[in-house]
């Protein structure tokens, strides 16, 4: 299947700090990433929307200055964690779509921010 | 929006035996039905997925139904292994969107 490649797979960083994630498709072109984070034992939420070129599209309740997304390459996208808090912690996974006639997500491998 | 129901929560399954997930979808826009196998720790894994277009789909051990008039959606797995042992999401979307709207999960232990 398609790879899709996140970096880094953990960092523990000190409170206030800032935190940058990316998200790379290694062998596609991906317009369209999607960032999720997931609490343990709990399910996958979706924050935003990366768009190669334009903004991203935030989920009710996900302050976009406080996770910034950029996607400035149509194999990469980042998400910033600005001025990070404890209650930041959490695994945060990316996705890509492959387009095609059977389109699907695939994701990458994830990323454990622990705020001390 | 979308909501997706997934039970059980947890499951056990002595090796050999099937195992069977549920999920229920309240959007009837929705036509695209992943299922994904979470170990710890790891990425989610696409393991099998479905359209609304057809009712079953089956790969080797794994097939997924679905119920398009219920907005129901299953998983089976059958001749279960240990390695089946994960956390199994499904989810669902409009396709061409991909805003996949996930379960809460059920984790699957087999017993040896």
């Known amino acids: 299947g398609a790879v899709v490649s996140q970096h880094p797979s953990w960092v523990i960083c000190k409170s206030g700090t800032s935190v940058k994630i990316e998200c790379r498709s290694l062998?596609?072109?991906?317009?369209?990433m999607f960032w999720y984070r997931q609490f343990p034992k709990q399910s996958l939420m979706l924050m935003a929307t990366?768009?190669?070129?334009?903004?991203?599209?935030?989920e009710q309740g996900v302050e976009k200055d406080k996770f910034l997304i950029n996607h400035a390459s149509l194999t990469l996208s980042t998400l910033t964690v600005t001025s990070a808090h404890p209650e930041d912690s959490s695994f945060y996974i990316c996705?890509?779509?492959?387009?095609?006639?059977?389109?699907?997500?695939?994701f990458g491998s994830g990323t454990q921010l622990s705020v001390l | 929006g979308e909501n997706v129901e997934q039970h059980p929560s947890t499951l056990s399954v002595q090796e050999g035996d099937s195992a069977v997930i549920k999920c229920t979808y309240s959007d009837s826009a929705s036509n695209y039905f992943p299922w994904y196998k979470q170990e710890l720790g790891k990425r989610p894994q696409l393991i099998i997925d479905i359209r609304s277009n057809v009712g079953e789909k089956k790969d080797q051990r794994i097939a997924v139904t679905l119920n398009k008039t219920a907005k129901h959606f299953s998983l089976h797995i059958t001749e279960t292994q240990p390695e089946d042992s994960a956390v199994y999401f499904c989810?669902?979307?409009?396709?061409?969107?991909?805003?996949?709207?996930f379960g809460t999960g059920t984790r699957l232990t087999i017993i040896p």
């Open positions: 062998d596609f072109q991906a317009t369209t």
């Open positions: 990366s768009n190669e070129g334009s903004k991203a599209t935030y």
């Open positions: 989810a669902a979307a409009y396709f061409g969107n991909e805003k996949l709207t």
């Open positions: 996705s890509a779509r492959v387009r095609g006639a059977d389109e699907k997500l695939f």
